[in-house]
């Protein structure tokens, strides 16, 4: 008797502690429809996006973790608006609805599961509203933290790729891929890549031999994207960012619509190199879709770490 007692306020400590471990984190995402830079040049088209920019901030949080969330609309809006979270289970109905320019909706909701995640706008048509930027990147990280097979990365990187087109194009346009002018990689083409964009000034950066965890979501509303790091490898691959879905040695891996990976990449530790980190279909490679990952000693060491997963 005295054993299961103590057996139990043992069972109750515990998953106490686990609880308590377990933050809320308060998100607040303002719909705002903008103009916006598109390219390196600074050309600009009319966006519609969470906080003013694209992709939308980037969220973090830990598996276990309450998310009380806000989404608000800005008065000046001229559309409805919504929020669709990958990361948890609702009532497509309820928490998802769209609300007018000038509201507020609130919600609350446990991430029970880690990985990388969108969020995007659902509103009608969501061809228009993700074409136009409307989507972010939600990390889970696992509530087990670093472990063999899930090894902590010494820089990590958010690259979130999206469509561009023509800012006149209808939703019964973009839906049909008509008037598409390219890729963007975190709201700009060619955002990463001073090779084919003489306007370019921002690399990704590494010092040679660091593990480089690269969180890559896909947001174009139609089309796979081809992943991969030309002169490089794919270290590791986790599928939907979660350890458990881990794959080795990879060379191209295929990230659907609306999907999200963790892949690792480790440069030679004897030699300063360089990557070009593509979407191996040239359509949109050479639309936009190449970011430049520079591996020398002279690194900056800010990038890649705290504020600068998604280098603005
Ligand atoms: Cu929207």
Do not use: S
């Given at each position: 008797m005295k054993h299961l007692l103590l057996s139990a306020l043992l069972l109750t400590t515990v998953l106490i502690s686990a609880e308590a471990m377990a933050a809320t984190v308060n998100v607040t995402l303002t719909a705002r429809e903008v103009d916006l830079p598109i390219d390196n040049a600074g050309h600009t088209q009319r966006m519609w996006t969470y906080d003013g920019t694209i992709p939308g901030p980037l969220i973090r949080v830990t598996q276990g973790d309450t998310i009380n969330f806000t989404l608000k609309s800005d008065s000046a809006n001229k559309e409805s608006h919504s929020i669709d979270f990958h990361a948890g289970r609702f009532d497509v109905m309820d928490e998802f609805a769209p609300i007018k320019p000038g509201t507020t909706r609130k919600f609350s909701y446990k991430v029970d599961y880690p990985g990388v995640w969108i969020y995007h706008c659902g509103s009608d048509s969501m061809a228009e509203h993700i074409s136009r930027g409307m989507y972010g990147a939600l990390i889970v990280d696992p509530k087990e933290g670093y472990t063999k097979d899930f090894p902590k990365p010494d820089r990590e990187y958010v690259l979130m790729q999206g469509d561009l087109f023509q800012n006149d194009a209808t939703a019964k346009e973009r839906t049909a891929g008509l008037k598409w002018e390219g890729v963007l990689i975190n709201g700009k083409k060619f955002h990463y890549d001073p090779v084919h964009d003489q306007n370019a000034e921002i690399m990704l950066e590494s010092k040679p031999g660091e593990r480089v965890r690269i969180y890559y979501l896909n947001a174009m509303i139609s089309e796979w994207s081809s992943f991969h790091p030309i002169a490089g490898i794919w270290d590791r691959v986790w599928d939907n960012g979660n350890p458990k879905n881990m794959r080795y040695g990879m060379q191209t891996v295929s990230v659907p619509p609306a999907d999200g990976i963790i892949a690792d990449i480790v440069s030679p530790s004897d030699r300063s190199t360089a990557n070009?980190?593509?979407?191996?279909?040239m359509h949109h490679a050479l639309n936009g879709g190449i970011t430049i990952l520079m591996n020398s000693n002279?690194?900056?060491?800010?990038?890649?770490h705290g504020d600068e997963l998604i280098l603005r």
């Open positions: 070009a980190i593509v979407d191996h279909d002279d690194a900056d060491p800010k990038k890649g």
